[in-house]
């Protein structure tokens, strides 16, 4: 029988610097379906030397850095060049990037490029006969599909926070190989005059472990902030229903639901949500749902684990104490 | 200006998800334009408006998706391009781009909207690889638009961070929500809709290969995902149930 093992690429998804957890999550995905291949990560930009060890840790068995200041920044036009030679150099039988900004972004132009499928926005891949098989939400997790690449590479962004990563084995290290790649400036279409981060504080909220959210029921902008000291003593960070983004209380980028994000952290505190069909679309799938609401009958409490029926101001500060008192003690 | 706008019908955001013989059923279920489209057929108009032009609505579905360049129609919209063909029926997104590639490579225009996403599948590919396949750049989920001469302006929205870019036409935008808030249609716009031409395409009038438009993923299972069992409802002094909830998360669930 011919070896089924395969090659597969992760795109390193880095912000800031950072590397962002859904690519340590595309190196688990990876080594599911290498089958004993090599799993090779890419890193674009002038620091990708300070994260081989973090990568390596993880499961990559050789990382190519394209350290070029070009990619130091996401644009599209210098990622999908660099993307492209990395593909042609490794020859993957299979590449993962994050459903993220950067991952959605490109994947497709360079799908659309090398004539090949893609199928975006995974929670979870699995190998099974010899094939790779994807899971992904439809309708914004009202359904789900199991896709299949007919032929070619087969190609996926992964949701973060879905597919679990692998604990840091540290003595695993990685073969390191830069990758010299010439983007010419006149290539390069959009230019990025000016960056405002509204997100820079606190934890993003497609990646966080907890997501306390708020609907109509807070009433105000101000009204959000009890809701934000809970996030900020969890880790978490705060998301808003569509009802409360119409209402101006809150940036359109907090609104989760199937238009707006989606979320399935380990943790969703609903605080003032009544729990509209499209509403919860985008966190049904959440691992534990508290809803917190003063009206009984509301929808919310058809898919929480722990409800109280109570006011939100009040309630949202009392757990905030007990919270703090608990983790206090360990 | 020349402005075209690609949109797709589809299920209204209320609709519940029913499955049928392993398919999704369309049984009773409303359409709408995709609302993420929605943003970008008004932002098309309000361009015309201020820079004069035409806006061409494009849409590749089934016949009951004519009803959705109709409402962009009655929106404002002057003329709209409909390709049905049921060879389009294991398409993914790899067809549809290609598809739409090969109607617009036949027009002329200066500025290519569409929503980042549709609501259905979510897959947020065919507005990047349209761009692609046309050679033209594109930046993806934009809250603002500003043309200027051949200059684009705009805001992009990055997980929450607004980035400001300038590109030049021609260029393809798709539009994040917060871009604006999409118009009703009037009623003397619904009448005049349904005069408006709408030229309806298959394959057979694309200059494609319709072996190439075979889409390279496949379906398998749709399923719908575990029905949540009613949870618990805490009871007794508001103090107590906060208390307990802690300990329930810390102990019970073991999210904390």
Known sequence: MEPMSKNVLVLADVREGELRNVSLESLAAAIKVADGGTVTAAVFGSKGKDLVEKLAHHGADRVLLVPNEQLDTYTTDAYFQAFKQVIEKVEPDVIFTGHTAIGRDVSPRIAARLNLGLVSDCTDVELKDGKILLTRPIYAGKAFVKKAFRDGIVFATLRPNNIPALEADTGRSAEVEELDVQIAPDSLRTLIKDVVRKASEGVDLSEARVVVSGGRGVKSAEGFKPLQELADLLGGAVGASRGACDADYCDYALQIGQTGKVVTPDLYIACGISGAIQHLAGMSNSKVIVAINKDPEANIFSVADYGIVGDLFEVVPMLTEEFKKVLAEG | MNILVCLKQTFDTEERIVIEDGQISEDGVEFVINPYDEYAVEEAIRLRDEHGGEVTVITVGPERAEQALRTAMAMGADKGIIVDDEDLESADEYS?????????????????????????????????????????????????????????????????????????????????????????????????????????????????????????????EIFLPPEKEAGKILDGELEDQVKELVHLLRNEAKVI
């Not at chain 2, 739409?100 to 590919?125: C, N, T």
């Open chain 2, 96 to 220: 549809i781009a290609r598809v739409l590639a090969a109607v617009i490579e036949d027009l002329d225009y200066d500025i290519i909207l569409s929503g980042y996403m549709a609501v259905d599948d979510g897959s947020a590919q065919v507005g990047p690889r349209l761009a692609e396949l046309l050679g033209i750049p594109h930046i993806s989920t934009i809250t603002k638009l500003t043309v200027d001469g051949e200059t684009v302006e705009v805001e992009k929205d990055v997980e929450g961070d607004t980035e400001y870019i300038q590109s030049k036409l021609p260029i393809l935008v798709t539009a994040q929500q917060g871009l604006n808030d999409p118009r009703y249609p009037s009623l003397p716009g619904i009448m005049k809709a349904k005069k408006k031409p709408l030229e309806r395409m298959d394959l057979d009038d694309l200059d494609v290969d319709e072996d190439e438009l075979e889409g390279k993923t496949e379906t398998l």
